[in-house]
């Protein structure tokens, strides 16, 4: 299996401020071929079930806020809320879609400072 | 705009089989993957397994040997069985689609509300 692993596992950010936050895949997820990268990102606040944010680890989904951005390629992937905001509040999980069985990371929980 | 909702039994009985089903409305099942995934209780996402609307599944190897995913073009709708259930087994538990765009594995968008499924005697 794919091991994702999310790092830190909890951030606490000032209001407008930006919250960083990354994920190792234990091999690479990018199909050079079609240079495309297989990792998506997921918000999850309270009692809900996990929002797509990103796809192809750079492709922000549809309503997405731009302050939303991920960045990487191969095992290293990163993503990154500019100008946080209070709703930002909740868990982030990044997800691999390069083989099965599709894995998640363990979560980053960001809170307001 | 599709939605998925999940139901079943909240509770279950230890080595009993936990069967759960999943609604799809405002959108045809057909050409789609449709999956299962689980969150116990404080923890993160597992991905159980999916079926495609032509029948074809792919389960995570670490609970293969007890899973069985099914669908039901007539009733727009899929389901989950999962046989010889521990407390292990404690979780809420999604559906979700393949998200659009997607080739071969994908993403996942959009996902059902969730079902808590408890197992104790």
């Known amino acids: 299996d794919i091991v994702m692993t999310q790092s830190p596992d909890s951030l606490a950010v000032s209001l407008g401020e930006t919250a960083t936050i990354n994920c190792k895949s234990s091999q690479s997820i990018t199909y050079s071929s079609k240079n495309k990268n297989y990792l998506a990102w997921y918000q999850q606040k309270p009692g809900q079930p996990p929002k797509l944010l990103i796809y192809?680890?750079?492709t922000r989904y549809s309503g997405v806020p731009d302050r939303f951005s991920g960045s990487g390629s191969g095992t290293d992937f990163t993503l990154t809320i500019s100008s946080l905001q209070a709703e930002d509040v909740a868990v982030y999980y990044c997800q691999q879609y390069y083989f099965s069985p599709l894995t998640f990371g363990g979560g980053t929980k960001v809170e307001i400072k | 705009q599709v939605q998925l909702q999940e139901s079943g039994p909240g509770l279950v009985k230890p080595s009993e089989t936990l069967s759960l089903t999943c609604a799809v409305s405002g959108g045809s099942i057909n050409n789609y993957y449709w999956s299962w995934i689980r969150q116990a209780p404080g923890k993160g996402l597992e991905w159980i397994g999916y079926?495609?609307?032509?029948?074809?599944?792919n389960y995570n190897p670490s609970l293969k040997s007890r899973v069985t995913i099914s669908l039901d073009k007539s009733k727009n709708e899929f389901s989950l069985r999962l046989t010889s259930v521990t407390a292990a087994d404690t979780a809420v538990y999604y559906c979700?689609?393949?998200?659009?765009?997607?080739?071969?594995?994908?993403?996942?968008?959009?996902w059902g509300q969730g079902i808590l499924v408890t197992v104790s005697s």
């Open positions: 979700a689609r393949r998200g659009e765009g997607a080739d071969d594995l994908g993403w996942f968008d959009p």
């Open positions: 192809w680890a750079s």
């Open positions: 079926i495609y609307y032509s029948g074809n599944t």
